[in-house]
């Protein structure tokens, strides 16, 4: 006999094998002696009434009680209670560290995340090894990232499922095992239970049949030397070798062996499947009556198994070890290692057809109880385990997935069905991924809706994914598999309409459907474009910001930003002036102004008006200003060198934090200190011409270097063509800082 709580998962290897002692005469009747003796027993049931009746009628009511409370409600799976025994524990006594995880792991459980955290990092502080707080504190958007695939999955209870327990499915040559409670079994010729309390239940091993709808229906017993009197299951079978591995309670002369704990442990069998029915069970090499190996999982060649063990040297509470087949033989035990084994419990190994092992842990960051997480070997190294999130993990315990190939759909175990019930079930889970974006267009200015426009998506590197055209009711959408962030929706009517675009943030709102606001499209009278390049490499810019503003009312019209191909497209009034406006960080901006002004309606080129050419801002770069021309022996500004300072003018005004150093070069003809001296007078009278046009003094600073910073070999006694000295002749300014 058992009791449910033996059966939860949580207690891995002795979930639905601990033997319940006949409870020997107490000595004395101190109700604490009682609750401590049926703790130690495995009845939790009546140790909790035990301690209640000392807490609540003797009123010993201190912190030794209510931590045996808290512990007592942990085991029996009562989460929420155990979470009030714990609050009231740790509020007058925090001797006992281990409190502080268990009352965070019971924060989570209620949803109180943020709370979980803070009693997580006061136990990371007292033992900072642990890994089950330390995966919690690694990423505290852990519980936001846990819920946000969740939309995409739909998941059942399954109509097999019963009052009785249900789990451990595994593929068995088309079919499903799974261990199972309350049919016939003809190995007892009476119903599965012998009494009529769920305590008295034990498991076998039954064969269901998928049906369409993925519901299981029962097909029969597992004929064989698989089921014995006492438990069987969970189980793994193997299509290679006809092998069924098998978890059974340790049992001899037919009764269990008890170890010195006074509980019977679990051992591993293997039944070889022989003309149809399978053999009488043998154990495997690995097993003891001191420790439990429990939930195999065979790998699809046969030649690896993983469990799960409790034994001397692990990591944690429970850890996943492996042995493999050497001829007739197995290996020692190899634990898998801290990667995947923690402080806390690891169980339910599960081997996919893609190699990917399935387990579950209350080690790792998970929501609560036990979760299933999925790795891989990667060059000999297991991945870090990724938590499969909600609603295949959930607050309670969930363990033992039997995934479809591919992974996004399968079985699993669950104990979640109600919330004061720690019973497991069988659950069917699907993901899909696939994101409806949708919306509507239609003409500015009038109801009714646009047929036939052109809408396009595309990433947000420019890519074209699909090109569509609106219903008869301006209705268009797009089904995509979501693998970026941002996207953006183009709409157009051809060439006599603008082009809107809308982008969507995914990854913010993570929807089915993507419902985009009416999009509206202007019939085109002028359209202005152009394309942002790199001066240097000619190549287009992605993120610059583009502002047009009508520039007789002041209003800001409209922002685009550029994409990976640098366009940018605006959509003109008749006979209007305006103003654009380029900007991006880190990059000299600037402005320019166009008009519709006489001009007839069609494509205005930008760059036209606008120098699309654009540099990075690099602080003491050298940048030559052109067409800077002197009289000769003269430091005069000339009329036809303002036109390019007029240049500099509004690169100062479009950049108002960026300060220069205005500098005049001569060639080596001449005295050394008569060019120094000129070129310092010819940079100062261009200098004042530019704080003359309204720059701020401070921003700009003019300095003469004469002949002493040469672009070629021709210094003083060496012969050079005009053409030669005449490139030392310019005039530069350099960024000092922006």
Same mark, same amino acid.
């Given at each position: 006999?058992?009791?449910?709580?033996?059966?939860?998962?949580?207690?891995?290897?002795?979930?639905?094998?601990?033997?319940?002692?006949?409870?020997?005469?107490?000595?004395?009747?101190?109700?604490?002696?009682?609750?401590?003796?049926?703790?130690?027993?495995?009845?939790?049931?009546?140790?909790?009434?035990?301690?209640?009746?000392?807490?609540?009628?003797?009123?010993?009511?201190?912190?030794?009680?209510?931590?045996?409370?808290?512990?007592?409600?942990?085991?029996?799976?009562?989460?929420?209670?155990?979470?009030?025994?714990?609050?009231?524990?740790?509020?007058?006594?925090?001797?006992?560290?281990?409190?502080?995880?268990?009352?965070?792991?019971?924060?989570?459980?209620?949803?109180?995340?943020?709370?979980?955290?803070?009693?997580?990092?006061?136990?990371?502080?007292?033992?900072?090894?642990?890994?089950?707080?330390?995966?919690?504190?690694?990423?505290?958007?852990?519980?936001?990232?846990?819920?946000?695939?969740?939309?995409?999955?739909?998941?059942?209870?399954?109509?097999?499922?019963?009052?009785?327990?249900?789990?451990?499915?595994?593929?068995?040559?088309?079919?499903?095992?799974?261990?199972?409670?309350?049919?016939?079994?003809?190995?007892?010729?009476?119903?599965?239970?012998?009494?009529?309390?769920?305590?008295?239940?034990?498991?076998?091993?039954?064969?269901?049949?998928?049906?369409?709808?993925?519901?299981?229906?029962?097909?029969?017993?597992?004929?064989?030397?698989?089921?014995?009197?006492?438990?069987?299951?969970?189980?793994?079978?193997?299509?290679?070798?006809?092998?069924?591995?098998?978890?059974?309670?340790?049992?001899?002369?037919?009764?269990?062996?008890?170890?010195?704990?006074?509980?019977?442990?679990?051992?591993?069998?293997?039944?070889?499947?022989?003309?149809?029915?399978?053999?009488?069970?043998?154990?495997?090499?690995?097993?003891?009556?001191?420790?439990?190996?429990?939930?195999?999982?065979?790998?699809?060649?046969?030649?690896?198994?993983?469990?799960?063990?409790?034994?001397?040297?692990?990591?944690?509470?429970?850890?996943?070890?492996?042995?493999?087949?050497?001829?007739?033989?197995?290996?020692?035990?190899?634990?898998?290692?801290?990667?995947?084994?923690?402080?806390?419990?690891?169980?339910?190994?599960?081997?996919?057809?893609?190699?990917?092992?399935?387990?579950?842990?209350?080690?790792?960051?998970?929501?609560?109880?036990?979760?299933?997480?999925?790795?891989?070997?990667?060059?000999?190294?297991?991945?870090?385990?990724?938590?499969?999130?909600?609603?295949?993990?959930?607050?309670?315990?969930?363990?033992?997935?039997?995934?479809?190939?591919?992974?996004?759909?399968?079985?699993?175990?669950?104990?979640?069905?109600?919330?004061?019930?720690?019973?497991?079930?069988?659950?069917?889970?699907?993901?899909?991924?696939?994101?409806?974006?949708?919306?509507?267009?239609?003409?500015?200015?009038?109801?009714?809706?646009?047929?036939?426009?052109?809408?396009?998506?595309?990433?947000?590197?420019?890519?074209?994914?699909?090109?569509?055209?609106?219903?008869?009711?301006?209705?268009?959408?797009?089904?995509?598999?979501?693998?970026?962030?941002?996207?953006?929706?183009?709409?157009?009517?051809?060439?006599?309409?603008?082009?809107?675009?809308?982008?969507?943030?995914?990854?913010?709102?993570?929807?089915?459907?993507?419902?985009?606001?009416?999009?509206?499209?202007?019939?085109?009278?002028?359209?202005?474009?152009?394309?942002?390049?790199?001066?240097?490499?000619?190549?287009?810019?992605?993120?610059?910001?583009?502002?047009?503003?009508?520039?007789?009312?002041?209003?800001?019209?409209?922002?685009?930003?550029?994409?990976?191909?640098?366009?940018?497209?605006?959509?003109?009034?008749?006979?209007?002036? +305006?103003? /654009? @406006? &380029?900007?991006?960080?880190?990059?000299? *901006?600037?402005?320019?102004?166009?008009?519709? $002004? !006489?001009?007839? #309606?069609?494509?205005?080129?930008?760059?036209?008006?606008?120098?699309?050419?654009?540099?990075?801002?690099?602080?003491?770069?050298?940048?030559?200003?052109?067409?800077?021309?002197?009289?000769?022996?003269?430091?005069?500004?000339?009329?036809?060198?303002?036109?390019?300072?007029?240049?500099?003018?509004?690169?100062?005004?479009?950049?108002?934090?960026?300060?220069?150093?205005?500098?005049?070069?001569?060639?080596?003809?001449?005295?050394?200190? +008569?060019? /120094? @001296? &000129?070129?310092?007078?010819?940079?100062? *009278?261009?200098?004042?011409?530019?704080?003359? $046009? !309204?720059?701020? #003094?401070?921003?700009?600073?003019?300095?003469?270097?004469?002949?002493?910073?040469?672009?070629?070999?021709?210094?003083?006694?060496?012969?050079?063509?005009?053409?030669?000295?005449?490139?030392?002749?310019?005039?530069?300014?350099?960024?000092?800082?922006?």
């Amino acid at each position: 006999m058992f009791t449910n709580e033996d059966m939860k998962p949580r207690k891995l290897l002795t979930y639905s094998f601990i033997i319940l002692m006949t409870v020997a005469p107490l000595l004395g009747t101190a109700q604490i002696k009682k609750g401590d003796f049926f703790f130690e027993n495995y009845e939790y049931g009546l140790a909790l009434q035990a301690y209640e009746f000392a807490y609540d009628e003797q009123l010993i009511q201190n912190p030794m009680m209510s931590r045996k409370l808290a512990n007592t409600h942990r085991m029996l799976g009562n989460v929420k209670e155990s979470m009030i025994w714990y609050k009231k524990t740790l509020h007058k006594d925090d001797s006992q560290v281990i409190d502080m995880l268990h009352y965070a792991e019971a924060l989570k459980y209620v949803g109180d995340y943020e709370e979980a955290l803070k009693w997580y990092k006061l136990y990371n502080m007292r033992v900072p090894e642990d890994r089950r707080a330390i995966s919690h504190l690694e990423n505290e958007n852990f519980i936001k990232e846990f819920y946000q695939d969740s939309v995409f999955y739909t998941w059942k209870n399954l109509r097999m499922n019963t009052k009785n327990p249900e789990f451990g499915i595994t593929k068995y040559k088309g079919d499903y095992l799974i261990s199972y409670v309350g049919v016939e079994n003809p190995e007892l010729g009476e119903k599965y239970y012998k009494g009529e309390r769920t305590e008295d239940l034990y498991l076998d091993v039954y064969v269901f049949m998928r049906d369409k709808e993925n519901e299981l229906a029962l097909e029969d017993w597992l004929e064989g030397g698989v089921n014995s009197k006492y438990h069987d299951g969970p189980v793994s079978f193997c299509e290679a070798t006809n092998e069924l591995f098998i978890t059974r309670t340790n049992v001899a002369n037919g009764k269990p062996v008890l170890d010195s704990k006074g509980k019977a442990n679990l051992k591993i069998h293997v039944s070889k499947l022989e003309g149809g029915e399978f053999a009488k069970a043998v154990e495997l090499p690995i097993n003891s009556d001191d420790f439990s190996n429990a939930h195999p999982a065979i790998s699809k060649d046969g030649k690896t198994l993983y469990f799960a063990s409790n034994r001397d040297g692990g990591l944690g509470e429970t850890d996943l070890y492996m042995i493999q087949r050497s001829g007739d033989s197995w290996t020692n035990p190899v634990n898998l290692g801290p990667i995947i084994n923690t402080e806390g419990e690891e169980c339910f190994p599960s081997i996919a057809d893609d190699d990917i092992l399935y387990f579950s842990s209350t080690g790792h960051a998970g929501g609560g109880g036990l979760d299933i997480f999925k790795t891989e070997m990667v060059k000999g190294k297991w991945t870090k385990p990724s938590n499969l999130g909600y609603p295949v993990n959930s607050p309670k315990d969930d363990f033992g997935i039997c995934p479809d190939p591919g992974g996004e759909s399968g079985y699993f175990s669950s104990n979640r069905a109600d919330e004061n019930s720690i019973q497991d079930d069988i659950y069917y889970f699907q993901f899909n991924a696939m994101v409806d974006i949708r919306g509507k267009v239609r003409k500015a200015g009038e109801l009714k809706y646009l047929e036939n426009a052109i809408v396009r998506l595309y990433e947000d590197d420019g890519t074209l994914l699909f090109e569509k055209r609106s219903d008869v009711d301006g209705y268009f959408d797009f089904q995509i598999i979501p693998d970026r962030c941002r996207y953006r929706v183009e709409v157009t009517n051809g060439v006599d309409y603008s082009v809107e675009s809308y982008i969507i943030d995914y990854c913010d709102n993570r929807l089915q459907f993507y419902d985009i606001p009416l999009i509206e499209v202007v019939e085109l009278n002028y359209m202005a474009q152009g394309t942002i390049l790199n001066k240097e490499t000619k190549e287009p810019v992605k993120g610059f910001k583009a502002t047009l503003y009508n520039s007789q009312t002041g209003d800001q019209i409209k922002t685009i930003e550029t994409g990976r191909d640098g366009r940018m497209q605006f959509n003109l009034l008749f006979e209007t002036d +305006y103003k /654009l @406006v &380029l900007t991006k960080e880190g990059w000299f *901006a600037r402005s320019g102004v166009f008009t519709t $002004k !006489g001009l007839a #309606p069609g494509i205005i080129e930008i760059d036209r008006f606008v120098n699309l050419l654009f540099e990075e801002i690099a602080v003491d770069k050298a940048i030559e200003v052109e067409n800077i021309y002197y009289d000769f022996n003269k430091f005069t500004v000339r009329e036809d060198a303002k036109p390019e300072l007029d240049k500099l003018v509004e690169m100062m005004t479009d950049n108002p934090s960026v300060k220069i150093e205005l500098s005049s070069h001569t060639d080596s003809q001449g005295g050394d200190k +008569y060019n /120094l @001296v &000129l070129s310092d007078q010819r940079a100062k *009278a261009a200098t004042q011409y530019i704080v003359s $046009k !309204g720059v701020e #003094p401070y921003r700009i600073i003019g300095k003469g270097y004469g002949e002493l910073i040469l672009k070629n070999e021709c210094s003083n006694g060496v012969q050079c063509s005009d053409t030669k000295h005449e490139q030392n002749r310019r005039t530069e300014f350099k960024v000092l800082e922006h």
